[in-house]
Nanobody
Framework: QVQLVESGGGLVQAGGSLRLSCAAS????????MGWFRQAPGKEREFVSG????????DYADSLKGRFTISRENAKNTVTLQMNSLKPEDTAVYYC???????????????WGQGTQVTVSS
């Protein structure tokens, strides 16, 4: 069992930055592929970024490459998402999730956090 708690969301102006963190409980954090997803009002949940168990392989949605950076520290059971050059269209609830396999598909993720709101004003 893994419990995930996100933090770091908030209100920021366009062009600004936010750093989201996800703290995981449990001793098996390092055995999971970790992902970040987001869901904007009236839209479907979408994959943002993922990171391999060791942290050596990172995956990003094509539209976000170059602005977002994912990282993890297995010793601290944390995964972070650094978001730069934020745009109003980045406004959404952001979720971290844990999957037993490398995947972009939300249905393959076994554990989810409660989400953290990110609002980017124009």
């Amino acid at each position: 069992q893994v419990q995930l708690v996100e933090s770091g969301g908030g209100l920021v102006q366009a062009g600004g930055s936010l750093r989201l963190s996800c703290a995981a409980s449990g001793r098996t954090f390092s055995s999971y592929y970790m992902g970040w997803f987001r869901q904007a009002p009236g839209k479907e949940r979408e994959f943002v970024s993922g990171i391999s168990r060791s942290g050596g392989v990172r995956d990003y949605a094509d539209s976000l490459k170059g602005r977002f950076t994912i990282s993890r520290e297995n010793a601290k059971n944390t995964v972070t998402l650094q978001m730069n050059s934020l745009k109003p269209e980045d406004t959404a609830v952001y979720y971290c999730a844990a999957a037993p396999v490398t995947t972009r598909e939300g249905g393959n993720y076994r554990y989810w956090g409660q989400g953290t709101q990110v609002t980017v004003s124009s």
